[in-house]
């Protein structure tokens, strides 16, 4: 599974509070990705990193921040969190494998703003 | 990257092949076809991809059309653990900043 981790795996929050959620990789893949997915939605993707402190806008980033600060961790950050926010958020990372690119996914924050 | 069109659900009966289809009209020349699964609260995940010929793995195997403006994924003898929702993802292989972009996919339920 490409060693990525996300923590926490759960989180309740209260309206207005900080939260950062982490992903963690440990095999020093240059792409990483952040998604939200909401229920009766695919995957849609927030924000994504192409090295260390270099990011890019996915097509969900308002609300939302990043950084990368060195290669195996990204964090995501909410800064003033809102129940528009509460969602299922995965970290991916993007490698390569034999001329093929693929993605590996973690296994989810589940994010719940009250 | 292409749009994709995929029927939002389908049933299967375990043990029999399950073909899922995929319309991608819109295709480039170098846009891969790819196949990812999410099996009920877990990330997605790399099933097969192909360009232009058939492609078969210990998972699936993939049909695209001459055309390549569809394609179909089949889960030749389909078990209770393949219910899960499979996005069909049309793209540029190695692209700089390139990312998946999902559509609704479709929901397989397998049954007994």
């Known amino acids: 599974d490409a060693g990525i981790t996300q923590s926490p795996r759960h989180k309740v929050t209260e309206t207005g509070t900080p939260v950062t959620l982490r992903c963690h990789q440990t095999?020093?893949?240059?792409?990483m990705y952040w998604y939200r997915q909401d229920p009766g939605h695919g995957l849609r993707l927030i924000h994504y990193?192409?090295?260390?402190?270099?990011?890019d806008k996915g097509e969900v980033s308002d609300g939302y921040s990043v950084s990368r600060s060195k290669t195996e961790d990204f964090l995501l950050t909410l800064e003033s969190a809102t129940s528009s926010q509460t969602s299922v958020y995965f970290c991916?990372?993007?490698?390569?494998?034999?001329?093929?690119?693929?993605?590996?996914f973690g296994s989810g924050t589940r994010l719940t703003v009250v | 990257d292409a749009k994709t069109t995929q029927p939002p659900s389908m049933d299967c009966a375990e043990g029999r092949a399950a073909n899922l289809p995929c319309n991608h009209s819109t295709i480039s020349g170098n846009e891969y076809v790819y196949w990812y699964r999410q099996i009920h609260s877990q990330g997605p995940q790399y099933i097969i991809h192909g360009l232009k010929n058939n492609e078969t793995n210990e998972m699936a195997s993939l049909i695209i059309t001459e055309d390549r403006k569809s394609s179909t994924l089949i889960l030749p003898h389909a078990t209770l653990r393949d219910t899960a929702v499979y996005y069909c993802?049309?793209?540029?292989?190695?692209?700089?900043?390139?990312?998946?972009?999902f559509g609704g996919g479709t929901r397989v339920l397998v049954k007994p």
């Open positions: 990193s192409y090295g260390v402190k270099d990011t």
């Open positions: 095999e020093n893949h240059r792409y």
């Open positions: 991916a990372i993007r490698y390569r494998d034999r001329g093929f690119e693929g993605y590996t």
């Open positions: 993802i049309v793209r540029v292989d190695k692209a700089a900043g390139n990312k998946l972009t």
